[in-house]
């Protein structure tokens, strides 16, 4: 069977479920990622009617392609890490030093099943924390489902093409969502800047599969990349402390303004 005929009969089975297919264009974005094991992942997801539309494609990464859906009429954001590209070796080494996921070994399938796992767990200890992120609601295998952050199935603006009054403000609200992210949480992003930052009336981190807990050997490393990402950017709009005194803050070791 052609790999036009396999998708036609995936279609066929998905919509026989109830499940609208919005967007018949996106084709060549699913003969690159709807591989065997996502359409079997996907069809599960269906099947336990936690996915009720799949829509069109948002973003096309390097390690994942990400669709808008609809779960019973609530927009869902589908995530499906790519498993044929991704960077195995870099994310062997964000696995290795965290304590959470240190056993995983083995196949490139198996590490990316636990990355997607990771990236959910991360999402969900943020959400606990109040922190700004999207609510994961479901993973399977190479897929994770989370809330839709956007409207009218356009996704809120990266940071970097968001339209911002006050910079000094939204620059403060990140330092505090990365505070109680290392406090509360006990994560640290590892990939923050203006491009994993979403941005309607207040800001939302994204994109956390790589966040770690303080434990990590190279933690530090990630937190001071983190801070030093956001000076960069944000010291272009307004005045940023120096690094040092933010790490400082965050960890607990400085003294607070009154
Ligand atoms: N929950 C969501 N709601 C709305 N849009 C989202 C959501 N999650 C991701 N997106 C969109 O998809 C883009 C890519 O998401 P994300 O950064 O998580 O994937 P990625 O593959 O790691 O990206 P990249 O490889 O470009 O770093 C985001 O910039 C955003 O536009």
Not at 239 to 253: F, L, Y
Request: glycine share 6%; with cysteine; hydrophobic share 40%.
């Amino acid at each position: 069977m052609s790999l036009e005929d396999e998708h036609e009969r995936f279609d066929r089975k998905i919509e026989a479920m109830g499940v609208r297919i919005k967007d018949a264009d996106t084709v060549k974005v699913r003969d690159d990622v709807f591989d065997e094991v996502t359409l079997m992942a996907l069809y599960k997801l269906v099947h336990k009617k936690l996915i009720t539309v799949i829509g069109g494609p948002i973003s096309t990464g390097k390690e994942a392609n990400v669709f808008y859906g609809e779960r019973d009429g609530q927009g869902i954001a589908i995530k499906i890490y790519r498993i044929q590209t991704a960077n195995f070796k870099a994310m062997t080494e964000y696995m290795a030093g965290d304590r959470r996921f240190s056993s995983v070994r083995g196949t490139r399938k198996g590490l990316i099943f636990a990355w997607t796992k990771k990236e959910f767990s991360n999402l969900a200890r943020a959400h606990d924390a109040g922190i700004p992120v999207p609510e994961p609601l479901a993973f399977d295998r190479n897929i994770l489902l989370m809330t839709f952050l956007g409207e009218d199935e356009v996704p809120y603006p990266q940071l970097r093409n968001a339209e911002v009054e006050d910079y000094g403000a939204v620059y403060r609200q990140i330092l505090g969502y990365v505070e109680r992210l290392y406090r509360e949480a006990r994560l640290i992003h590892a990939d923050l800047s203006e491009y994993n930052i979403l941005y309607h009336e207040k800001p939302y981190l994204i994109d956390m599969g790589q966040a770690v807990t303080p434990d990590h050997p190279r933690a530090p490393v990630f937190l001071i990349r983190d801070i030093k990402n956001l000076n960069r950017y944000f010291s272009r709009y307004c005045d940023v402390p120096d690094e040092q005194e933010i790490i400082r803050t965050i960890v607990g070791t400085g003294h607070r303004e009154p």
